[in-house]
């Protein structure tokens, strides 16, 4: 039996991109985008990561014409690790794709994955370009981000450092932006502003730098999650037993706290209701794709601000909430329950 740990060897190393940055910069619209002007011959995959239990980015970014493949309930350099590595040798020996995007949970420190990409096990398989991290300028006011290790080792390791969501910014943050960027040392092959993640192609053909270290190695360890091993899958866990049509996990790390939900084919939403449940608070991050009785839409806000999109459905519901205060699971499976539609008899 082959060794589902063994990457896949080839003659030509797959361009590999790492696309960092933390909760709610907008990396899974930024991907979007690059997905959308790829060249239409060239194959193309995602590896996604996310801090929740049923992973909602695979949705998010559903395409018929690339693969894509998440790891749920972690992050890419701790315990999901192995996880990680299965995922990755999955997409290579199963779609063998021309070019590879990583996108890492937001919580997630990028420095072991860094070394895992361009380490022994892929040097003759992986090409592992710029490491581009996105950054939301206006967090540099912020005491909580400017404080927080992985927010600064995102930083600290990139090579090309885009502050998104450009179109928000006061003139005033715009300057912060550019001032903090020039002061970082070593210097990043690009420091950009982009709106509605618009990253200019060109960049993933950028190097990496072999010079930039994480200031906060220790920090690679921060998941403390309910569940503690990654099933080698990758797949989240199943519906528990007596109620699969609703199923529900929690995890923490990192000084941040998520509850997950997966909901069978029957659960459907009230559309009203269902908006009114997801704005009873401003979570650092709600994502969601789920069944309404206005059609599946999916959910994309960052502290309350997003929009809810029409999305052409899955398999099943699925809804992840993050915040860095702790959330009262109780009252949300609640207000969720009350906005499910009844089940026709």
């Known amino acids: 039996m082959s060794d589902p740990h063994a990457p896949f060897s080839r003659p030509r190393p797959i361009p590999t991109h790492l696309i960092t940055g933390f909760l709610g910069v ?26 929740g239990e049923v992973g909602v980015d695979a949705a998010l970014l559903a395409d018929g014409e690339v693969a894509v493949r998440q790891v749920a309930g972690g992050c890419l350099c701790c315990v999901a690790s192995q996880a990680f590595t299965v995922g990755l040798n999955h997409i290579i020996r199963r779609e063998r794709p021309q070019r590879i995007l990583v996108e890492p949970t937001g919580l997630g420190h990028p420095a072991q994955v860094i070394e895992t990409l361009s380490g022994p ?20 006011a912020s005491a909580r981000h400017r404080a927080h290790e992985t927010w600064r080792d995102q930083i600290h390791l990139a090579d ?14 715009r300057e912060a932006f ?35 270290r994480a200031l906060f190695p220790e920090a690679h360890a921060f998941l403390t999650a309910h569940r503690l091993q990654v099933p080698e899958s990758s797949d989240p866990p199943p519906p528990e037993t ?87 699971g109780e009252t949300l499976d609640q207000r969720l329950l009350a906005a499910r539609r009844p089940v026709q008899p």
């Open 178 to 212: 550019f001032e903090f960027a020039r002061a970082l040392d070593p210097p990043k092959l690009r420091s950009a502003l982009v709106a509605h993640g618009d990253l200019d192609p060109a960049w993933l053909e950028l190097p990496l730098s072999a010079a930039r």
């Open 26 to 51: 907008g990396k899974t619209t930024a991907i979007r985008r690059l997905l959308e002007r790829r060249p239409k011959e060239e194959r193309w995959a995602v590896l996604i990561n996310e801090f």
């Open 242 to 328: 007596g109620r699969p049509e609703w199923w529900t996990a929690e995890s923490r790390g990192e000084g941040h706290f998520g509850r997950s939900w997966r909901f069978g084919p029957t659960v459907q939403f009230e559309r009203g209701r269902l908006d009114e449940a997801l704005r009873w608070h401003a979570w650092d991050r709600v994502k969601g794709v789920l069944a309404t009785t206005t059609g599946w839409v999916s959910i994309n806000r960052v502290a309350g601000v997003g929009d809810v999109e029409p999305h052409p459905g899955t398999a099943e519901g699925r809804l992840e909430i993050i915040d860095h205060r702790p959330l009262d």
């Open 160 to 173: 090309v450092l885009v502050a998104t969501k450009a179109d928000l910014y006061t003139e005033q943050d």
């Open 121 to 140: 096990l892929y040097t003759a398989v992986l090409e592992l370009h710029a490491t581009v991290t996105l950054m939301d300028a206006r967090h540099l």
